[in-house]
């Protein structure tokens, strides 16, 4: 099916577009009226699971905010579910998954799945959501990366440090390669059947690969990434989010991906330099900057468009959005982007 806006795909593939496309980080969600008065009538993985409500959750930012691009409303935990571990999510908490993997043995209560069995409900959604979105906009895929999925399957829950995480990496670094691989390969068999079923790009989030260094993301990370971005990139754009790993930029730009997202904590030109010319960057508003009156969020965004230049560039955050952005600040960030990039 041709899509009637393709700016995402173009600019992720370098070529020249009229402006910046832009979509926002967890745009599917609770800051949006629509999506908190579903959240009180299924639970999380109801919404998840049922591919009518992932559709309507899917396109409620399309409809709302007038995104460039759609990302399917699902969650990077639904991995070591289907691996074997239980997830529960608390409202108003986050994840918690009260059995993790500390040891040898519990390894073996996991599994690399058939991803068409128990993550079918994924794809149902994904065609459900390219037929109804019938060419508006693009739909990125996604997962996290095997280092962020790590990091919950032994913390159990969400972390500021990570820190049993990394502990299990550090004191029995063959389990922690053994697992890391195990969920790499549970990831392609699942990023492959997301592009058979229509996802147009792929976005992996690695969400914490900035509480490694270098050496350690390179090995925790990095490599598995790697392995991803090769078994795909002949099939689909892939962009890799690595937040806070920005001094592995030009190692990333080297796997073969699309895009790169950066955060706010680097500037522009600085990541720019890092990558090189010919990769597309995207990012970085600081989410919680569109807490700040609107005068002050259209200053910041044409200041951002003009960091970035023209071209090469998808406008976003630098993380995902926050639940107390007023919809109308969000409007107000894509509709400046939309204003504002098509004067560069
Ligand atoms: O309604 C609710 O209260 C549940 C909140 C929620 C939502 C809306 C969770 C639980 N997941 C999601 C959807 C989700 N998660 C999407 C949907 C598509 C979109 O709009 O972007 C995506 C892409 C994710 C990805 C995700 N989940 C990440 C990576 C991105 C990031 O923000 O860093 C991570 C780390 C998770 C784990 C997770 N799931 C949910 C929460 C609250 C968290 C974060 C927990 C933590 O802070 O450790």
Known sequence: MNLKNDLLLRTLRGEKTE???????????????????????????????????ATEITIQPIDSIGVDAAILFSDILVIPRAMGLEVQLIENEGPLLPHPI?????????????VLDRLHYVMSAIRLIKKTLDGRVPLIGFAGAPWTILCYMVQGKGSKTFDEAKAFCYRQPELAEKLLQMITDTSIAYLKEQVSAGADA???????G????????????LKYMRQIVEELKGETEIILFAKGSWYALKEMKQTGASGLGIDW??????????????????????PAKLLAP??????????????????????????????NVPVDHARIFVDTVKEQSSLL
């Open 202 to 208: 792929i976005q992996l989030f690695d969400s914490w």
């Open 210 to 221: 900035g509480l490694l260094s270098k050496p350690d993301f390179e090995q925790l990370s």
């Open 294 to 323: 609107s005068a002050r969020i259209k200053e910041e965004v044409k200041q951002m468009l003009q960091a970035f230049g023209k071209g090469r560039h998808i406008a976003n955050l630098g993380h995902g959005i926050l639940p």
């Open 19 to 53: 402006r910046t496309p832009v979509w926002m980080m967890r745009q599917a969600g609770r800051y949006l009226p629509e999506y908190r008065a579903l959240r009180g009538k299924y639970s999380f993985f109801e919404r998840v699971e049922n591919p009518e409500l």
């Open 102 to 114: 500390k040891t040898a043995d519990d390894l073996k209560r996991i599994c690399v799945p058939d």
């Open 265 to 286: 904590c680097i500037e522009p030109h600085m990541a720019r330099s890092l990558a090189g010319p010919d990769i597309t960057l995207q990012g970085n508003f600081d």
